[in-house]
Each structure stands twice: as C-alpha cells, then as structure tokens.
T-cell receptor, first 111, second 113 residues
C-alpha cells in the first residue's frame, strides 16, 4: 500500500471550509484513497473514499488530482465538532483489514 | 443503539495477568477486526474474522487469542500481560471483506502496571 504524507496540523475558523491535503505519489492504479478521522478518545470514523473521480457525501468532498498523486478532503462548513485527527490512507479496497493509520493531520476548528 | 460496543472501556491490570476484552456489533456485518493503537497513535490491524473464521492474523504474539462465538461477537483474550501490551484496542466491523467502510468501537484503554 502506498505511503501517504499529510501536514501535522491545521486550523480552520468555524463555518469556513477546511481543506486537508494528502500526498500519495506512489499510489498504484488499484489503490483507493480513504479518509478517516478520530475525535479525541473515540474510535476512528469513516469519512469518504475514492479511486479516480471526485466524491461527495453528507460529510465531506474528496478531490483527487488527475495524476492521483495527491488529494484534498474538504469539509465545506467546519464546526467545532469537526476538531479531530484526520487520516489519509491508500489501500486496495479488498484489503480493508490492512488499514494502518499513520500520524494524520490534527485539525482544530476555532470559534 | 451503539453499533459496535466494547467492554470494558478502561482496564488496569498487573503484569502476568490474563484478561479479556469483549466486542459486539449489531449491524449484521460479516467481518470483524481488532486493532491496536499505540502511544504514538499509530493504529495497526491485529486480527480479522469473517463469518467466525480467522482471515487475518498479523504478527501478534500467541498470548493474544481472538474468539468469535458468532459473527456478531469477536472477543480478545490476552494471556500473561506485559507492560508493552498497554495501548488502546479497537474493535471494528464491516459488511464483508470487500466492503470499504469500517465501523469502530469506542476503544478499550489497557494499562499494564
């Protein structure tokens, strides 16, 4: 599974869009990009995933570059409850059991 | 209703003891997992079960033994606990092995003293 790199921390004002970048320059053609988050003292929570096309759900949007070497998770209207560590992971869909979280990005949403 | 529930939430025990952590999911999922999150917050797979059968067993010491009495439960038993076993253990489930969305429990913080 490809290695991903993310900034250690980011800040965002409440109500504004939070854009979290992720680099995955060694991603292979059959690897998906997944985003999970972990709010303090809770279990990880699935957010979204994608392969090539941009994806949107009720939580967030995922923008994947055409060369698939990087992606951005967008929380359109961040709230205080979105403060969490966000993990970007790339892996083949059938290997969910190999999920491995690295350092992630600590997103702090301030009032 | 909690989708994936683990008990206990906190567990403090002495070295050498044997302890169990229980996990139950009410989502009707076929696949369940145990993950370990260490002090650096790295989360790694330990075991994966599909319909009560073991499908993934990462390099975990034999002191760790998962038990799945039915597909809604995956318990983790740990023998002869060591200081290095201190971590947060997460149970998770997904619809099946191919499904890509995992639901995690709240975690069990194990402290070995």
């Amino acid at each position: 599974d490809a290695k991903t790199t993310q900034p250690t921390s980011m800040d965002c004002a409440e109500g504004r869009a939070a854009n979290l970048p992720c680099n995955h320059s060694t991603i292979s053609g059959n690897e998906y990009v997944y985003w999970y988050r972990q709010i303090h003292s809770q279990g990880p929570q699935y957010i979204i995933h994608g392969l090539k096309n941009n994806e949107t759900n009720e939580m967030a949007s995922l923008i994947i570059t055409e060369d698939r070497k990087s992606s951005t998770l967008i929380l359109p209207h961040a709230t205080l409850r979105d403060t969490a560590v966000y993990y970007c992971i790339s892996l083949r869909g059938s290997t969910l059991g190999r999920l491995y979280f690295g350092r992630g990005t600590q997103l702090t949403v301030w009032p | 209703d909690t989708a994936v529930s683990q008990t206990p939430k906190y567990l403090v025990t002495q070295m050498g003891n044997d302890k169990s952590i229980k996990c139950e999911q009410n989502l009707g999922h076929d696949t369940m997992y145990w993950y370990k999150q260490d002090s650096k917050k790295f989360l790694k797979i330990m075991f994966s079960y599909n319909n009560k059968e073991l499908i993934i067993n990462e390099t975990v010491p034999n002191r760790f033994s998962p038990k799945s009495p039915d597909k809604a439960h995956l318990n983790l038993h740990i023998n002869s606990l060591e200081l290095g076993d201190s971590a947060v253990y997460f149970c998770a489930s997904s619809q099946d092995q191919e499904n890509t969305e995992a639901f995690f429990g709240q975690g069990t913080r194990l402290t070995v003293v």
